[in-house]
């Protein structure tokens, strides 16, 4: 069984019905092992980070709000993307009914699509708090707002193509699978461009512009900085501004930990992306090769590195992890205190950006 025949990101090109080939064991023991160690580790990284935002939930902060739906996200894709797919290689083939073959095509394109809109619905948040602070100034403390709903809504409504393109089919006498049904030859070529275009360039289009409006951006507010601490040795600052510096590098930390989130999205998704365009624009792509094969399993990989990076951004919570799920709840002050100082640095700094034009 190859992988574009069962898998893992449900686009692929479906194999001629009357072939019943037999698949590669080494190549699916491979794959299993793989598959296993992602699916133990996805899942134990993000259920942990997960419960441990959850132990903080009354002071969660805007960020720590889409990082959790993040791990929401990515624990989709290690239960209903990376599961799936791992028993489907134990199996051979899909065995269940046709409705729980579409239900799982459906889920695995969820989670796609719901890991890389909350990246984007992050990435535009820190756009929105460095270089239009004002707008964002009327925080609340939901869990729920309105542009990680509106990733959701995306991930669910974008993925429903997938219940009628999958479904329960004879691929063999008396061997059913669960395959995509395209129109060809142009059938298989239009979805999964269409499929590259809206979960993977569109967003990373939209990122990349943000990431370099925010580095625009906090090299201005770095040049002001320089110029009001020359001033600071005549003139002495505001109580309130020389704490701008210690604002500043909060707000730079989690916009890094954002560019680091894209830039590890891009280099897991890339070359899945590549090899499926490869697949279906060259009749003649080694699809059934192992380095096919590897590079579309990598790709998963995304959802075991997303909660690492939070982990190594935040340096009090992987040192009070075991605290934090075993304490009460902890004390609002200080983070009641660090958005009073955000709001209050963040003023002072766009006045001082208004009174330089």
Known sequence: MALFDVNISN??????????????????????????????????????????????????????????????????????????????????????????????????????????????VMTIDRYQAICNPMVTFQRRRAHWNGPVSAAWCVSLIGSLPQIFIFSRVEVAPGVHDCWAQFIKPWGPRAYVTWTTLVIFVLPILTVVVCQVRICRTLHFNFQMKTHR?????????????SSVAGVSKARVKTV??????????????????????????????????????????????????????????????????????????????????????MVSSLYISLRSKTDNR
């Open 11 to 120: 686009i692929t090109l479906e194999r001629t019905q009357s072939e019943d080939e037999p698949r590669d064991e080494r190549l699916a023991y491979v794959e299993i092992a793989l598959l296993s160690s992602i699916f133990i580790t996805a899942g134990m990284l993000n259920f942990g980070l997960l419960l441990v935002l959850w132990k903080r939930r009354k002071q969660l902060s805007r960020m720590r709000v889409f990082v959790f739906h993040l791990c929401v996200a990515d624990l989709v894709v290690t239960f209903f993307q990376v599961c799936p797919q791992l028993m489907w290689d134990i199996t051979d083939r899909f065995v269940g009914p046709d409705i729980l073959c579409r239900l799982v095509k459906y889920l695995q394109v969820v989670g796609m699509f719901a890991s890389t809109y909350m990246i984007v």
């Open 229 to 241: 601490d020359g001033e600071a040795t005549s003139k002495p600052l505001h109580s309130r501004a």
């Open 256 to 341: 890094r930990m954002t560019a680091v989130i894209v830039v590890a999205y891009i280099i897991c998704w890339t070359p899945f992306f590549t090899v499926q365009l490869w697949s279906v624009w060259d009749v003649e792509a080694p699809t059934q090769t192992a380095t096919f094969t590897i590079l579309m399993l990598l790709a998963s990989l995304n959802s075991c590195v997303n909660p690492c990076i939070y982990l190594l951004f935040s340096g009090k919570l992987p040192k009070s992890l075991g605290a934090l799920m075993c304490a009460g709840e902890p004390n609002l002050k200080d983070s009641i205190q660090d958005e009073a100082t």
